[in-house]
């Protein structure tokens, strides 16, 4: 009855690959978040989609590219991965209108790029 | 600039007593939230708190929030050792079809027994 989950939990890459991330939600909800966690636990919003719709797009490079096949799923896909982008990526979803604001969050992907 | 900035950034205290994390901001919100991460895992959602109010308790939990001081504090009273983890206050400035949270930089909690 996981309410986010995403796949895989631990990725290790080399340097220039590409990667994917994915993410679901079983709670109804209709927006769907990206968020990175540095190494000095900083976490920051990286895109949002509501109703597959991308609503915010944070200063990101184009490398990093989200899809939202449906509302209950967001990917995050990653090309010629760089060694800055060793991470912990967090998916969250929220619904709007209701408990505006409250994000339920996934258990993250660690990324390590070599 | 991070928008959220919490002090102290570590707290270690034992069980029993009441730990107080303090996080100011620097633009309009529409709320304030408070999140929990455990080690290793996801951020858990603790209280949200609005603008327009000032104070807001669940269970163990008391916040309170500034809008003049752009600062808020979350209380953990009779601390347990299950409280060990990161604290990360968020402002969500938006009215919109999202909540755009913007992160503090988190202050270790450590409940010793």
């Known amino acids: 009855d996981t309410a986010v989950s995403q796949t895989p939990k631990y990725l290790v890459t080399q340097m220039g690959n590409d990667k994917s991330i994915k993410c679901e939600q079983n709670l109804g909800h209709d927006t769907m978040y990206w968020y990175k966690q540095d190494s000095k636990k900083f976490l920051k919003i990286m895109f949002s989609y509501n109703n597959k719709e991308l609503i915010i797009n944070e200063t990101v490079p184009n490398r990093f590219s989200p899809k939202s096949p449906d509302k209950a799923h967001l990917n995050l896909h990653i090309n010629s991965l760089e060694l800055g982008d060793s991470a912990v990526y967090f998916c969250?979803?929220?619904?709007?209108?209701?408990?505006?604001?409250?994000?339920?969050f996934g258990p993250g992907t660690r990324l390590l790029v070599l | 600039s991070q928008q959220g900035e919490e002090d102290p950034q570590a707290l270690s205290i034992q069980e029993g007593e009441n730990a107080t994390m303090n996080c100011s901001y620097k633009?309009?919100?529409?709320?304030l939230q408070w999140y929990r991460q455990n080690s290793g895992r996801g951020l858990v959602h603790l209280i949200l708190?609005?603008?327009?109010?000032r104070e807001k308790h669940s269970g163990r939990l008391r916040v309170t929030l500034d809008t003049s001081k752009k600062s808020s504090s979350l209380l953990i009273t009779a601390s347990r050792a299950a409280d060990t983890a990161s604290y990360f206050c968020?402002?969500?400035?938006?009215?919109?079809?999202?909540?755009?949270?913007?992160f503090g930089t988190g202050t270790r909690l450590q409940v010793t027994l």
């Open positions: 968020a402002t969500d400035p938006n009215t919109g079809t999202a909540s755009k949270l913007t």
């Open positions: 708190i609005r603008s327009n109010e």
């Open positions: 633009t309009s919100i529409n709320n």
């Open positions: 969250a979803s929220s619904q709007v209108s209701r408990l505006k604001g409250t994000q339920y």
